[in-house]
């Protein structure tokens, strides 16, 4: 039997409810609707983690991503991958990330691609980097420092110099291109397109990553038009980017440009599900959409306020963060609508087993194939995990924090906050928190010695040997400025 | 008074690591220290005690324990 060919695209940021499929109003997404009408549509995706690193060890390697302790981040030297294994069954691989530092060759995402490109500039690669962002002037320091020493002055300061700085930039010429901080879909898609045309009739996997709708938003102007909204100018954009990221101030003021936000998120959106459409219209012309798997889903997903916090920080687990989009259009395999709950831990393992293809005992999920092939899904309990309030895991003293663990099936889920011993039991469509009655207390505790035996084998896999060459792996990077020490052997695909 | 013990390491490897230190460790002896250090640190397993204890607690309270 002729192999199948796969295509994974991912999407950052992308929440389930603004896609049109799971109804969304606004028209953001035609070609993801339309490739729905023809797909194994998920109601109910849920991540193994979130945001974008804690997220990608389950869709990658099928395994949770605290699972060989919390000092790891990313895929672990030689560990069995999507990639690796499709790799070692004959397929020519190849990833296009759009410049996600977490997602490049030093957290092991290269393994098992012959062609890896993560887009990542040296501005961009930079950022992250302990003492990265470009401090204030002396003068600036002081009058900061001085000023905070008392609340109302600290906050007349911070209001004064928004402000000057928004007047400062406002003098600069600048285009949405230029302020685009991530390469945007279109880009990937051309490269991904060259690669492909170079495979001449070789069976492949294709993983793309794109950005678009990450912050800051900077969506193409056509998109911004086509989403029904007003044509923003860069200048307004870099503003309301600027004002949305404020720390000085809270949700009463950021609502004022919710809508705003929302719009150009929307755009960011709708340019994704655009260049997905050329990416089918491709393959259709190479002739290859006809024997290949396509897949699309999303890491996690994005806040506006909904809970009084912005973008995708893991200080908690809400379903804007955790539920996204996941559709699955194979040939011969007829439309369907899953509702029962799916993990991404099982992505993987479904995805090699729908391409014919050996899945690693490694994985930690099991193929769900069979079931989705006769359109149903047997009901499941799954595990979300992060580390509490890690934003910016780059180095590994920032990882050393208690863990934010959420238990969920369709009709409720378990938050467990273990650095405050706080724990929250509600119903995942109502949000009514600590029901009483007899079958919601017993799930309670059902869920809870699902949360102590997940906790237990992280605990058990800490010492492995992956693990161990996990974190040989970070110390080559130690010290956080860029030295890297060849330590270990070399890994690669 | 700190103990000692002596190993064997092959000798191409040590050359090789005495060219690479070049000034990020004094000696050989200095970077092996740092590395075995580093990597047997129990920073994150002291949470996962931790959290396993947790949830322990909660399931006898539950009277599942």
């Given at each position: 039997?002729?192999?199948r060919?796969l295509?994974?695209?991912?999407?950052?940021?992308?929440?389930?409810?603004h896609?049109g499929?799971?109804?969304y109003?606004?028209?953001?997404?035609?070609?993801?609707?339309?490739?729905?009408?023809?797909?194994?549509?998920?109601?109910?995706?849920?991540?193994?983690?979130?945001p974008?690193?804690?997220?990608?060890?389950?869709?990658?390697?099928?395994?949770?991503?605290l699972?060989?302790?919390?000092?790891?981040?990313?895929?672990?030297?030689?560990?069995?991958?999507?990639?690796?294994?499709?790799?070692?069954?004959?397929?020519?691989t190849?990833?296009?990330?759009?410049?996600?530092p977490?997602?490049?060759?030093?957290?092991?995402?290269?393994?098992?691609?012959?062609?890896?490109?993560?887009?990542?500039?040296?501005?961009?690669?930079?950022?992250l980097?302990?003492?990265?962002?470009?401090?204030?002037?002396?003068?600036n320091?002081?009058i900061?420092?001085?000023?905070?020493?008392?609340?109302?002055?600290?906050?007349?300061?911070?209001?004064?110099?928004?402000?000057?700085?928004?007047?400062?930039?406002?003098?600069q010429?600048?285009?949405?291109?230029?302020?685009?901080?991530?390469?945007?879909?279109d880009?990937?898609v051309?490269?991904?397109?060259?690669?492909?045309?170079?495979?001449g009739?070789?069976?492949?996997?294709?993983?793309?990553?794109?950005?678009?709708?990450?912050?800051p938003?900077y969506?193409?102007?056509d998109?911004?038009m086509?989403?029904?909204a007003?044509?923003?100018?860069?200048?307004?954009?870099?503003?309301l980017?600027?004002?949305?990221?404020?720390?000085?101030?809270g949700?009463?003021?950021?609502?004022?440009y919710?809508?705003?936000?929302?719009?150009?998120?929307?755009?960011?959106?709708?340019?994704?599900?655009k260049?997905?459409?050329?990416?089918?219209?491709?393959?259709?012309?190479?002739?290859?959409?006809d024997?290949t798997?396509?897949?699309?889903?999303?890491?996690?997903?994005?806040?506006?306020?909904?809970?009084?916090?912005?973008y995708?920080?893991?200080?908690?687990?809400?379903?804007?963060l955790?539920r996204v989009?996941?559709?699955?259009?194979?040939?011969?395999?007829?439309?369907?609508?899953?509702?029962?709950?799916?993990?991404?831990?099982?992505?993987?393992?479904?995805?090699?087993?729908?391409?014919?293809?050996?899945?690693?005992?490694?994985?930690?999920?099991r193929?769900?194939?069979?079931?989705?092939?006769?359109?149903?899904l047997?009901?499941?309990?799954?595990?979300v995990?992060?580390?509490?309030?890690?934003n910016?895991?780059f180095?590994?003293?920032?990882r050393?924090?208690?863990?934010?663990?959420?238990?969920?099936?369709?009709?409720?889920?378990?938050?467990?906050?273990?650095?405050e011993n706080?724990?929250?039991?509600?119903?995942?469509k109502e949000?009514r928190?600590?029901?009483a009655?007899?079958?919601?207390?017993?799930k309670?505790?059902?869920?809870?010695?699902?949360?102590?035996?997940?906790?237990k084998?992280?605990?058990?896999?800490?010492?492995s040997q992956?693990?161990?060459?996990?974190?040989i792996?970070?110390?080559?990077?130690?010290?956080?400025?860029?030295?890297?020490?060849e330590?270990?052997p070399?890994?690669?695909? | 008074?700190?103990?000692?013990?002596?190993?064997?390491l092959?000798e191409?490897?040590?050359?090789?690591?005495?060219?690479w230190?070049?000034?990020?460790?004094?000696?050989?002896a200095?970077?092996?220290?740092?590395?075995?250090?580093?990597?047997?640190?129990?920073?994150?397993?002291k949470?996962?005690q931790?959290?396993?204890?947790?949830?322990?607690?909660?399931l006898?309270?539950?009277g599942?324990?």
């Amino acid at each position: 039997m002729k192999k199948r060919c796969l295509v994974l695209v991912t999407v950052d940021c992308l929440r389930a409810d603004h896609v049109g499929f799971l109804g969304y109003r606004r028209p953001v997404t035609p070609t993801l609707d339309s490739l729905a009408a023809q797909s194994v549509v998920f109601e109910d995706a849920i991540v193994a983690g979130a945001p974008t690193y804690f997220s990608f060890p389950g869709i990658m390697a099928s395994r949770h991503p605290l699972s060989l302790g919390r000092t790891v981040l990313g895929i672990a030297p030689q560990e069995s991958t999507l990639a690796t294994a499709l790799h070692d069954s004959g397929y020519r691989t190849g990833a296009f990330v759009a410049g996600n530092p977490y997602l490049t060759a030093r957290f092991g995402y290269d393994q098992g691609f012959d062609e890896f490109r993560d887009f990542m500039t040296a501005a961009a690669a930079t950022e992250l980097m302990p003492g990265a962002h470009v401090p204030l002037s002396k003068l600036n320091r002081w009058i900061d420092e001085v000023s905070h020493r008392n609340r109302v002055a600290g906050a007349s300061y911070d209001e004064l110099y928004f402000w000057y700085c928004q007047w400062r930039s406002s003098r600069q010429r600048v285009s949405l291109d230029g302020l685009r901080r991530y390469p945007a879909a279109d880009v990937l898609v051309d490269h991904a397109t060259d690669w492909m045309r170079g495979l001449g009739e070789e069976d492949f996997f294709l993983w793309i990553h794109l950005m678009d709708p990450h912050h800051p938003y900077y969506p193409p102007t056509d998109a911004m038009m086509a989403v029904g909204a007003p044509a923003v100018t860069a200048q307004r954009a870099r503003f309301l980017n600027s004002f949305w990221n404020r720390g000085d101030i809270g949700p009463t003021r950021w609502q004022k440009y919710r809508d705003e936000i929302l719009s150009l998120y929307d755009a960011g959106i709708y340019w994704v599900d655009k260049q997905i459409g050329r990416l089918i219209k491709i393959l259709q012309s190479l002739g290859r959409w006809d024997e290949t798997v396509f897949a699309v889903t999303a890491d996690h997903g994005e806040e506006f306020l909904e809970h009084g916090v912005r973008y995708h920080s893991p200080v908690h687990l809400p379903e804007e963060l955790i539920r996204v989009p996941l559709l699955i259009r194979a040939p011969g395999l007829g439309a369907a609508k899953i509702e029962s709950v799916f993990s991404h831990i099982h992505l993987a393992p479904t995805l090699l087993d729908s391409v014919g293809a050996v899945v690693p005992p490694t994985f930690v999920g099991r193929s769900r194939w069979g079931e989705i092939s006769a359109g149903q899904l047997s009901p499941e309990t799954v595990v979300v995990e992060c580390l509490d309030g890690c934003n910016n895991p780059f180095q590994v003293k920032d990882r050393i924090r208690p863990r934010l663990l959420a238990v969920r099936d369709r009709e409720h889920m378990l938050t467990i906050r273990f650095g405050e011993n706080r724990e929250t039991f509600s119903s995942v469509k109502e949000g009514r928190e600590n029901e009483a009655s007899a079958s919601a207390k017993k799930k309670y505790a059902q869920f809870v010695r699902r949360a102590g035996e997940h906790v237990k084998l992280a605990t058990r896999n800490r010492r492995s040997q992956t693990a161990m060459r996990a974190r040989i792996r970070e110390l080559r990077y130690e010290g956080g400025s860029g030295i890297e020490m060849e330590i270990g052997p070399k890994t690669g695909g | 008074m700190a103990q000692y013990r002596t190993i064997q390491l092959p000798e191409y490897l040590c050359v090789r690591a005495d060219a690479w230190l070049n000034g990020r460790f004094e000696n050989l002896a200095e970077l092996l220290n740092f590395l075995l250090e580093e990597i047997m640190s129990e920073d994150g397993a002291k949470l996962d005690q931790a959290e396993e204890d947790l949830v322990a607690q909660r399931l006898r309270d539950l009277g599942y324990l």
